[in-house]
């Protein structure tokens, strides 16, 4: 079984390889693992780590997404976000730039 910190690797790849896809259903599939591993990362400081260290590359492809036409994305991407704006081991790593 791959371990957490893998997955969110491999999760963050997929996403930002389906920026100009138009797989709907597959992004829509990746925020909804991405969303378990935000709510495995609560118990796993490692992982929890590896999101804030990773809060730019995936606020930037949420920001994109909250707007999508499809309303499965939007929302998947909104709740991820919500995820990370709110927790507070993450937002102290967002800045300005």
Known sequence: MVDLATQLNEM???LLSCVNSNS???KSN???TLLQLQEHSVSDEKIL???AD???ALLEL????VSDD?????????KCMGFMIY???IVACISGT
């Open 87 to 89: 927790h507070p081991s």
């Open 30 to 32: 990746l925020y909804s």
């Open 24 to 26: 709907k259903s597959e």
């Open 12 to 14: 963050k790849t997929l």
């Open 49 to 51: 780590k590896m999101m």
């Open 62 to 65: 949420m920001v994109g997404d």
């Open 70 to 78: 499809d309303e499965e994305i939007a929302a998947q991407a909104l």
């Open 54 to 56: 990773s809060c730019h």
